[in-house]
């Protein structure tokens, strides 16, 4: 990644803004957003970064009009491209990642007039856009799930007593699986029984392709071994003090979450079960891109995507 002030120096006004996304969304010439059309598609000269597709099946007689950002996170918003990729660099940079009254403060100020919720919908934009996942995992992978949210027993007992909840019911389950070559996916979960469990892994594993998978002994992995779709499956058993066997060990899937909960605890202090999966792809993405000298480029290219 770059440093701030060649962000600044490479995205001076919005101009230059508008140059990059139209380098990034169509490096071929303008597409439709709407029919994908691209013979068809004309420049307006007197509006600067708009075109018109005049499609028979798009835009009718008139045409459709759109314009760089249409279909794009950053479609009927006033904030300038230029501070919406400020946000995105502030997001890449953090490794625990940051929250959305930091990314306020120290991109308009604490006496700006900008209000908060500004800051909160780009910064969650950002999230929604970051939804590459990297599968089929191949290789040695380790699977684990866990999750995340306060325990009931941590509250108080006349409100713990009226949501009725105990144990786990007020934590959110989630599964990941790594590739020991690096790359990670992560989803939230409604339950952690065997059919979510099996159904996840034989989803992002490349059956021809892997070598191993490396799960604890829950009972919902029990039927990845078995069976005419049978996948090298090894047990780390955990409730024994077993952790590492040889190369038959859940470390690396576990210093992910370890991650994330420890973004969670410190940069966001709390965050709800309904945009849980915007942070996991936050942490996701740019753990899989940590090497990739081009993730910023890859960001702003599937905005629009």
Known sequence: MQSIDALDREFPNEIACQLFLVEMRWPDGATC?????????????????????KAPDCGG?????????????????????????????LVLISKKGIGALQIHRTIFGEDSGSA????????????????????????????????VGGKAQNMHASKRKRLGLVGTKTKVAGIGAIARRG???????????TPTLDKFVRRVVDKDKVDLIVTDEHSGYRLLGEGPDALPHEVVTH??????????????????WSLLKR?????YHHVSKAYLPLYMNEFSWRFNNRKNPSMFADLVQGVGK
């Open 61 to 89: 007689r008139n045409g459709y009009r759109f314009s760089v950002i249409t279909h794009t996170i950053f479609e009927n918003t006033k904030v300038p491209l230029k501070l919406w990729f400020k946000v995105a660099y």
């Open 239 to 256: 409730s024994t003090g077993e952790y590492v066997r040889g190369v038959v060990h859940t470390q690396n899937i576990e210093n992910f």
């Open 183 to 193: 790359m990670v996916v992560a989803k939230v979960i409604e339950n952690t029984d």
């Open 116 to 147: 908060y919720h500004t800051s909160w919908y780009m910064v969650m934009r950002w999230r929604a856009a970051m939804k590459g996942e990297a599968f089929p995992l191949t290789g040695e992978i380790e699977v684990d799930e866990t999750f």
């Open 33 to 53: 957003p709407r029919c994908g059309e691209k013979e068809r598609v004309y420049a307006l000269k007197a509006r600067p970064f708009h075109w018109l597709c």
């Open 263 to 267: 973004g969670i605890m410190g940069s």
